[in-house]
């Protein structure tokens, strides 16, 4: 997979979590007539059919999560979104509209922040951590593609990334899907993943391949969210904001 931009690369691994959510996939999606039968379920059936949703957790004062034991602080929750507040675009909404984005947001952002780490923990487990070369090569490709390094840094500020440190954490994150897609690739039974399924998903099969592994990272990892934000929802892959 080619290495891209934050806002590409988050927005892609939340699409993939989201695409994992029911049990019979891409190709249930696809088949004829799903739409006119979910027009036929009554509201108790589709009640039934929507994951049970974990109880809100009170962690302890200034944790926004817990991933495998791992802190996620408030504080950096915090400071991404009020950096996002100030980019241009969000910046120039008006107030109202803002205050109505601003549970969503937060709780995006924590998404984000968690499938980090979940990434993270599942490179080490398939052996798949870049070396420092494959992070300098995401940095390049990432600046390249954005146009210069200062079109790069207005990118990653408008995503409320601005210290070097949480800038060299996006590089990290794409050289890491990089080289998970390579390894998962390199292990591909041709039987399980075929080029045409893939095709018909506008994939290579080593993105379908991902889309498959991020799901299964994303169940099994021991995440807890504080109420605050909202809670995790495993099945979706993400954090559901407290007002939904």
Not at 159 to 165: K, V
Not at 204 to 211: E, I, R, T
Request: one cysteine or more.
């Amino acid at each position: 997979m080619r290495v891209r931009t934050l806002t590409a690369l988050l927005a892609a691994l939340l699409l993939v979590v989201a695409a994992c959510t029911d049990e019979e996939g891409e190709e249930g999606a696809a088949e004829e007539g799903a739409e006119e039968e979910l027009d036929e379920l009554s509201e108790e059936d589709l009640a039934e059919r929507q994951p049970e949703m974990p109880e809100p957790e009170d962690l302890e004062d200034g944790t926004a999560a817990l991933v495998n034991d791992r802190e996620i602080a408030s504080s950096t929750v915090d400071e991404r979104f009020e950096a996002v507040l100030e980019s241009p675009e969000v910046a120039e909404m008006p107030e109202e509209e803002t205050e109505g984005l601003a549970d969503n947001l937060r709780a995006q952002i924590l998404t984000q922040m968690v499938l980090e780490e979940v990434i993270a923990d599942g490179a080490e487990e398939l052996g798949a951590e870049p070396s420092e070369d494959d992070v300098e090569e995401a940095k390049a490709a990432a600046a390249e593609q954005a146009g210069g390094e200062e079109a790069l840094e207005e990118q990653l500020a408008a995503q409320g990334l601005t210290t070097d440190d949480e800038r060299d954490e996006v590089f990290l994150l794409q050289a890491r899907v990089d080289r998970i897609t390579e390894v998962l690739s390199e292990d591909l039974d041709e039987d399980e993943v075929s080029d045409e399924q893939a095709e018909e998903l506008g994939m290579d099969p080593g993105q379908l391949a991902l889309q498959e592994w991020l799901m299964s990272q994303t169940m099994e990892a021991d995440v807890r969210v504080d109420g605050e934000y909202g809670v995790w929802s495993p099945e979706a892959g993400q954090v559901v904001p407290a007002s939904a």
